[in-house]
């Protein structure tokens, strides 16, 4: 079954850290272009942040730029998004997408989402 799975979101206080995953079955992410993406609730879905297949370029968003950090291991067929430094407005369901390209920050032409891990950052 070709599948993206998130997982590692939860409840953090303000200034915490999560390590979100985007693990994939059934596909290789090595070929693709991996983009995160967030929802929070009454707001659009923002782009989040990307990683390229071909050389493994990161590019951010201004407003993670500093605090989150994007990286693959392909051995594993995960991407994970390292997130410091939380901030309540960083409150938001959590999607990664795989597809074929990065343009900044964004991935473009996804194929395959996951189905989201929520990330709820209070005190």
């Known amino acids: 079954q070709v599948q993206l799975v998130e997982s590692g979101g939860g409840l953090v206080q303000p200034g915490g850290s999560l390590r979100l995953s985007c693990a994939a079955s059934?596909?290789?992410?090595?070929?693709?272009?991996i983009g995160w993406f967030r929802q929070a609730p009454g707001k659009e879905r923002e782009e989040v942040s990307c990683i390229s297949s071909t050389d493994g370029s990161t590019y951010y968003t201004y407003f993670v730029k500093g605090r989150f950090t994007i990286s693959r291991d392909n051995a594993k067929n995960t991407v994970y998004l390292q997130m410091n430094n939380l901030k309540p407005e960083d409150t938001a369901v959590y999607y990664c997408a795989a597809g074929n390209y990065c343009s900044g920050y964004v991935s473009y032409d996804n194929k395959y989402w996951g189905q989201g891990t929520q990330v709820t950052v209070s005190s």
């Open positions: 059934g596909f290789t992410l090595d070929y693709y272009a």
